[in-house]
């Protein structure tokens, strides 16, 4: 065994076909010891060595209750802060690239909430009237400011449960980071869009005025997904005019015009459970990552199922695909000469708040 940890630079121009013999080299030798991660959105060239595959929450949860010393979590950063979050003391959290993060999650920082905080509270009573809820993509810091003020997270899957808990506690909600997934919950919990107002983190009191403030129901933060953002009302037009039958499902953080639009709205576990289980030789046009879309398409086929990627152009997340064959051999290969590298810790103190507000949600879910 050597003294040190393996050069990630040593890995950088191995070709695909090497790291998957070192990959599955470095897993056999691990065994248990060692557990996989693969989120949807993961490239395929990295997915296939998942050996559990979900959504973040999902993945976190069940690699708490494995066997493994290691969680290896082939997604971007704050899923690997979930999984240290919520796993066992002796168990590692690991993120394959370092540089994976979430451009929607960097969109709110603590400095701002807090300032946006600060700055409701000079008009209303923030602490009394307000529940803060940040979406599960955002940093371990922002679950920990939920924690600090009796908040909660949420997922896609469970946004409007959440809603309702937030809303038997007190009368408003500070929806963070994601704006669509908050405003389009709300729009189908029956909360009109004049009270749901978007606070812009760049402008002093979020560019709202002071009756805004007081009237919104909900103050969503002007934050989303770059994947999801490019999906438009115009592609779906344009897609039924040549397919009529076509039926159409979005991913709520897809912007309020096109979830109008769609025949379906969901998780990218709801989206999954959707096609897979509708009749066969339908057609599907999908608004979420291309990666999963993809996957689905193929695994149809055999249904006669045709699903379609709803933007013309490429969307796949980004920082996402920072991971790839040769940071996880680089990893398990370091795991299994004794090295832990890129190691995901959260501080102690940040973690007992932030799984106060994770456990606020499982328990509302």
């Known amino acids: 065994?050597?003294?040190?940890?393996?050069?990630?630079?040593?890995?950088?121009?191995?070709?695909?076909?090497?790291?998957?013999?070192?990959?599955?080299?470095?897993?056999?030798?691990?065994?248990?010891?060692?557990?996989?991660?693969?989120?949807?959105?993961?490239?395929?060239?990295?997915?296939?060595?998942?050996?559990?595959?979900?959504?973040?929450?999902?993945?976190?949860?069940?690699?708490?209750?494995?066997?493994?010393?290691?969680?290896?979590?082939?997604?971007?950063?704050?899923?690997?802060?979930?999984?240290?979050?919520?796993?066992?003391?002796?168990?590692?959290?690991?993120?394959?690239?370092?540089?994976?993060?979430?451009?929607?999650?960097?969109?709110?920082?603590?400095?701002?909430?807090?300032?946006?905080?600060?700055?409701?509270?000079?008009?209303?009573?923030?602490?009394?009237?307000?529940?803060?809820?940040?979406?599960?993509?955002?940093?371990?810091?922002?679950?920990?400011?939920?924690?600090?003020?009796?908040?909660?997270?949420?997922?896609?899957?469970?946004?409007?449960?959440?809603?309702?808990?937030?809303?038997?506690?007190?009368?408003?909600?500070?929806?963070?980071?994601?704006?669509?997934?908050?405003?389009?919950?709300?729009?189908?919990?029956?909360?009109?869009?004049?009270?749901?107002?978007?606070?812009?983190?760049?402008?002093?009191?979020?560019?709202?005025?002071?009756?805004?403030?007081?009237?919104a129901k909900i103050i969503l933060w002007k934050g989303y997904c770059s994947v999801h953002q490019a999906f438009q009302p115009e592609q779906i037009d344009s897609f039924k005019e040549k397919h009529p039958e076509t039926l159409v499902i979005s991913h709520p953080e897809a912007c309020f015009d096109v979830c109008r639009k769609s025949d379906f709205i969901g998780s990218t576990e709801m989206i999954l459970k959707i096609v897979r289980e509708a009749e066969p030789n339908t057609r599907w046009l999908v608004a979420t990552e291309l990666n999963l879309v993809n996957r689905l398409n193929q695994e149809c086929k055999a249904q006669g199922k045709q699903v379609h990627f709803m933007a013309p152009t490429l969307s796949m997340c980004s920082t996402m695909f920072r991971t790839d064959p040769q940071h996880l051999a680089w990893v398990l290969e370091n795991l299994a000469a004794g090295h832990v590298v890129n190691r995901v810790s959260v501080p102690e103190d940040q973690a007992v708040l932030a799984k106060k507000s994770l456990d606020n949600m499982l328990l509302a879910s």
């Open 1 to 215: 065994m050597s003294s040190s940890a393996l050069p990630i630079h040593d890995y950088a121009l191995l070709d695909d076909a090497e790291c998957d013999a070192r990959i599955a080299a470095a897993k056999a030798k691990l065994g248990k010891r060692c557990i996989v991660l693969g989120h949807h959105y993961q490239r395929d060239e990295v997915f296939k060595h998942a050996d559990i595959y979900g959504d973040s929450l999902k993945l976190s949860r069940e690699a708490s209750q494995s066997e493994a010393e290691y969680i290896v979590f082939c997604g971007v950063h704050f899923m690997a802060e979930v999984a240290d979050i919520l796993s066992r003391p002796e168990q590692i959290a690991i993120l394959p690239d370092m540089a994976a993060g979430c451009s929607m999650a960097d969109m709110a920082n603590k400095i701002k909430v807090q300032q946006c905080w600060d700055e409701l509270s000079q008009i209303i009573d923030a602490d009394n009237t307000v529940t803060p809820v940040t979406y599960i993509n955002s940093a371990a810091d922002l679950k920990a400011f939920c924690g600090r003020h009796d908040g909660i997270v949420c997922t896609s899957s469970n946004a409007e449960k959440i809603l309702n808990w937030s809303f038997a506690k007190r009368e408003k909600v500070l929806f963070f980071p994601d704006q669509h997934l908050g405003r389009n919950t709300g729009y189908r919990m029956g909360i009109p869009l004049e009270q749901m107002v978007t606070w812009d983190f760049n402008k002093p009191q979020g560019g709202l005025t002071e009756q805004q403030i007081r009237d």
